[in-house]
């Protein structure tokens, strides 16, 4: 009986000690070769604290505990394998062995990869001496004209052609070129020309257009002569001046038109309210009619002057715009105005008085019609009548 009591004892408090173990230790790294297996040692569990004495059953338990003494644990006989049950050491990596180079055969050699290739610099050409550069320039132009001031007709009424003289200097031949003429107070072109090819070293004009205009006299025309080659073209810009033209009308009639002079609106003043450049173009035009009227010292002149209108023929505005209001000065008696003012300062030039009269003719005699508004500005003009006795 006493040693089943104890039997049961040491068991219990083996499994106790074992599961605290389990519970408070950290597993254990895993062994590479297994140890020997020992048995846990037993531990007198703790004695419970009580104030009252144990009773009679713990006591015999207790004097039991204290008697037997536990059994050593045995070690554990290590049980030897069979040759063929004998576990197998681990393997080990094996050392990798060099990879062995193939030869190819001299056709089937890989050809070596492509290295990226750096840019060569760009050789320059160097032409050889008998091979020059090509020449790209533009054409050169120049232009003189002959007579100037130009007179398109004499007073006998021959005609007179003015010649343009060309200069052209050009490393590639010319393919085309063309002339255009502006009058200064027009938006239109009065004469052009083109033609494919060669520029001529001289042209000759009659002062004529295709509808057979004669250019006006007394006025400053723009000019421009354009000549393309293979590289590009050239404009060379001038000017023409047009001399005072004396038309006859008959045996012993003479007349000029001259829509050159110019007055500041609602005006007839020659040297106030007008730019330097204008006064001096009013001073040139004058003394070359002075100077044409001492060449026909025997006739007299009458000066007319013309105003331009702005409103319909034959409505009432028109009507009004001819004679005036008490603000606005009206057509003709501007143009009277004006005609004096031309009188004033053809006597200042040493024409005499007795020669001249002052005639204002207002926007009755037009020589472009009312639609023509690009024209109008030939309406506003000085016409010189002169007339042998």
């Known amino acids: 009986m006493k040693k089943r009591i104890t039997l049961f004892i040491i068991v219990l408090s083996t499994f106790y000690i074992t599961l605290f173990t389990a519970c408070t230790s950290k597993p254990p790294p895993r062994p590479v070769a297994k140890p020997p297996l020992r048995a846990p040692q037993p531990q007198r569990p703790p004695r419970p604290v009580n104030a009252h004495p144990p009773a009679i059953s713990e006591q015999l338990t207790e004097s039991v505990a204290l008697t037997v003494q536990p059994e050593e644990p045995q070690p554990i006989e290590q049980v030897a394998l069979a040759p ?13 062995q060099p990879i062995e180079q193939i030869a ?44 100037l001031p130009y007179c398109p007709i004499n007073p006998d009424g021959e005609e007179q052609l003015l010649t343009a003289n060309i200069h052209v200097k050009s490393a590639s031949p010319i393919d085309t070129w063309y002339i255009e003429l502006r009058a200064p107070d027009s938006d239109g072109v009065f004469m052009s020309f083109a033609q494919k090819g060669k520029l001529p070293e001289t042209l000759t004009w009659n002062g004529r257009n295709r509808e057979n205009e004669l250019v006006e006299s007394a006025t400053l025309y723009n000019y421009s002569l354009t000549a393309a080659n293979a590289y590009g073209s050239t404009t060379y810009q001038g000017t023409l001046a047009i001399d005072v033209v004396v038309r006859r009308e008959g045996r012993n009639r003479l007349r000029m038109i001259v829509p050159s002079i110019i007055f500041p609106p609602n005006s007839a003043q020659l040297t106030r309210g007008l730019d330097p450049a204008t006064r001096e173009n009013n001073d040139k035009i004058l003394k070359r009619i002075a100077e044409i009227l001492n060449n026909f010292e025997t006739y007299k002149v009458r000066v007319e002057g013309h105003a331009n209108p702005t409103f319909a023929p034959n409505s009432r505005q028109r009507a009004t715009e001819e004679r ?30 007795s020669r001249l009269t002052p005639i204002g003719m207002g926007g009755r005699m037009v020589r472009v019609e009312f639609a023509d508004k690009p024209n109008w500005w030939k309406n506003r003009r000085v016409e010189f009548l002169l007339e042998k006795p």
């Open 104 to 147: 190819l055969a001299p056709d089937e050699q890989e050809e070596p990869l492509d290295e990226q290739e750096e840019p060569q610099p760009i050789e320059q050409v160097v032409l050889a001496p008998d091979e020059p550069q090509p020449d790209m320039s533009l054409p050169e132009i120049s232009v003189d004209l002959l007579p």
């Open 324 to 353: 005036g209001t008490k603000r606005i000065l009206g057509l003709q008696p501007l143009s009277e105005r004006r005609a004096k003012a031309v009188v004033e300062y053809l006597i200042k030039l040493g024409i005499a008085r």
């Open 84 to 96: 063929d049950e004998q576990e197998e050491p681990p393997e080990e990596p094996e050392e990798p």
